[in-house]
């Protein structure tokens, strides 16, 4: 599963109002426009139905037959082949700034200038579909091949990259109340958590092949677990960290404890298997606080909405009882080792190891306008424009 994202909104946008096009374009202009409608008309609809019924797949369909005429834009505007009448200027609803919490989701939307704004929020927008059809395709079927959902959150991970390595560094005109989705580290986060959420996803099918030995699952949830420390970090260094969704925060910091927790409890299955009982009581005991922790902040904060991630943490709790009890009970009854302490095991703790590559995300080919040879940086990157 990965971060239940609300998708923004946004205002209208005309792009003839904004661009002078010759007459060989004005067709596409217009289509670019009916294009940019019928998103903000989805975005709208998706707002109105319940969690249950909503079909991101359209969104996610919608956004790709827009893209194509949103960046053979910028390749016109760059070229010079179109011209501004005026400043572009795009309004978006920002859904993951800690307002929400605190004025509900009727928060103001956030207008800017520049097509770069408009770019940023509709890549956004894309990775959150994305992330939230692959948290569909798990919850919902349960015949869904774990490699199409691991793949669809590599998807959302690449284009975060994407947005916070190739788009936000060239948008020259960044105001300063620039929502906190537009800030580099922001989006960099982002991608961090949609990695490790899909490399969690393939190592639960890995797990159920029963051919990965208990140390290598350790390492990888290990590598997981390091995914979200980073996105955590990365969130915390924010000079406007204030401002980010307080939910958010709370996941990213519940998920870093979480997998955590996995690590040890494969840990001790794997010392278990090799008759290292002391170890193995340990560490499932370790692993029982630290999930009992997660459930436990979770309850004592009632303003804050549980996560997924204590939802996760309270079911896995329960399996892990039935361990500590069947590990306590054959180490004082058969081995008697003695149990090490904390810092004994966290000296047993392995490093963390990947087992997915980022996916590179590359823009759509224009529709219309100047076209980009292959091994040609693409104009939006130039930043020449902007």
Same mark, same amino acid.
């Given at each position: 599963?990965?971060?239940?994202?609300?998708l923004?909104?946004?205002?209208?946008?005309?792009?003839? $109002?904004?661009?002078?096009?010759?007459?060989?374009y004005?067709?596409?202009?217009?289509?670019?426009?009916?294009?940019? =409608?019928?998103?903000?008309a989805?975005?709208?609809?998706?707002?109105?139905?319940?969690?249950s019924?909503?079909?991101?797949?359209?969104?996610?369909?919608?956004?790709?037959?827009?893209?194509?005429?949103?960046?053979?834009?910028?390749?016109?505007?760059?070229?010079?082949?179109?011209?501004?009448?005026?400043?572009?200027?795009?309004?978006?609803?920002?859904?993951?700034?800690?307002?929400?919490?605190?004025?509900?989701?009727?928060?103001?939307?956030?207008?800017?200038? *520049?097509?770069?704004?408009?770019?940023?929020?509709?890549?956004?927008?894309?990775?959150?579909?994305?992330?939230?059809?692959?948290?569909?395709?798990?919850?919902?079927?349960?015949a869904?091949?774990?490699?199409?959902?691991?793949?669809?959150?590599?998807?959302?991970?690449?284009?975060?990259?994407f947005?916070?390595?190739?788009?936000?560094?060239?948008?020259?005109?960044?105001?300063?109340?620039?929502?906190?989705?537009?800030?580099?580290?922001?989006?960099?986060?982002?991608?961090?958590m949609?990695?490790?959420?899909?490399?969690?996803?393939?190592?639960?099918?890995?797990?159920?092949?029963?051919?990965?030995?208990?140390?290598?699952?350790?390492?990888?949830?290990?590598?997981?677990?390091?995914?979200?420390?980073?996105?955590?970090?990365?969130? /915390?260094?924010?000079?406007?960290?204030?401002?980010?969704s307080? *939910?958010?925060?709370?996941?990213?910091?519940? =998920?870093?404890?979480?997998?955590?927790?996995?690590?040890?409890?494969?840990?001790?299955? *794997?010392?278990?298997?090799?008759?290292?009982?002391?170890?193995?009581? =340990?560490?499932?005991?370790?692993?029982?606080?630290?999930?009992?922790?997660?459930?436990?902040?979770?309850l004592?904060?009632?303003?804050?909405r549980?996560?997924?991630?204590?939802?996760?943490?309270a079911?896995?709790?329960?399996?892990?009882?039935?361990?500590?009890?069947?590990?306590?009970?054959?180490?004082?009854?058969? /081995?008697? $080792?003695?149990?090490?302490?904390?810092?004994?095991?966290?000296?047993?703790?392995?490093?963390?190891?990947?087992?997915?590559?980022?996916?590179?995300?590359?823009?759509?080919?224009?529709?219309? =306008?100047?076209?980009?040879?292959?091994?040609?940086?693409?104009?939006?990157?130039?930043?020449?424009?902007?």
């Amino acid at each position: 599963m990965s971060y239940p994202y609300s998708l923004p909104t946004t205002g209208l946008l005309s792009f003839v $109002d904004y661009i002078e096009a010759p007459a060989s374009y004005s067709s596409y202009i217009s289509d670019a426009t009916a294009q940019r =409608g019928r998103l903000r008309a989805v975005l709208k609809e998706l707002k109105k139905e319940t969690q249950s019924t909503r079909d991101y797949q359209t969104l996610i369909n919608i956004i790709e037959e827009y893209l194509p005429y949103l960046v053979s834009i910028v390749n016109c505007l760059e070229a010079k082949e179109l011209r501004l009448k005026k400043s572009i200027e795009t309004s978006w609803r920002s859904t993951l700034s800690d307002h929400i919490i605190h004025t509900g989701s009727n928060a103001p939307r956030i207008a800017c200038i *520049d097509i770069q704004y408009e770019l940023i929020f509709v890549l956004m927008t894309y990775a959150y579909a994305l992330s939230l059809q692959a948290n569909n395709d798990l919850s919902n079927d349960t015949a869904t091949s774990f490699s199409k959902v691991a793949d669809m959150l590599n998807t959302a991970a690449g284009v975060f990259h994407f947005v916070a390595n190739d788009v936000i560094p060239t948008w020259k005109q960044s105001p300063d109340n620039r929502p906190v989705e537009t800030v580099r580290e922001f989006p960099a986060a982002l991608s961090k958590m949609a990695l490790a959420d899909a490399q969690s996803v393939a190592v639960n099918k890995a797990l159920a092949t029963n051919t990965i030995s208990k140390s290598l699952i350790a390492k990888l949830f290990m590598g997981v677990a390091g995914q979200y420390e980073m996105a955590y970090s990365l969130i /915390s260094s924010l000079s406007s960290a204030q401002d980010v969704s307080t *939910d958010l925060k709370k996941y990213l910091s519940d =998920g870093a404890i979480f997998y955590k927790a996995i690590v040890k409890k494969y840990l001790a299955m *794997d010392a278990n298997d090799n008759q290292r009982m002391g170890q193995a009581v =340990g560490f499932v005991r370790e692993c029982k606080t630290e999930l009992h922790l997660i459930r436990h902040s979770s309850l004592s904060k009632p303003h804050i909405r549980k996560s997924a991630i204590a939802a996760k943490a309270a079911k896995e709790e329960e399996s892990v009882s039935e361990l500590v009890s069947k590990y306590t009970m054959i180490n004082d009854t058969v /081995s008697y $080792d003695s149990v090490p302490s904390r810092q004994e095991l966290q000296k047993l703790i392995p490093g963390g190891r990947s087992l997915i590559e980022l996916k590179q995300y590359v823009l759509p080919d224009p529709i219309f =306008g100047p076209s980009v040879q292959k091994g040609e940086k693409s104009y939006l990157l130039e930043g020449r424009y902007f």
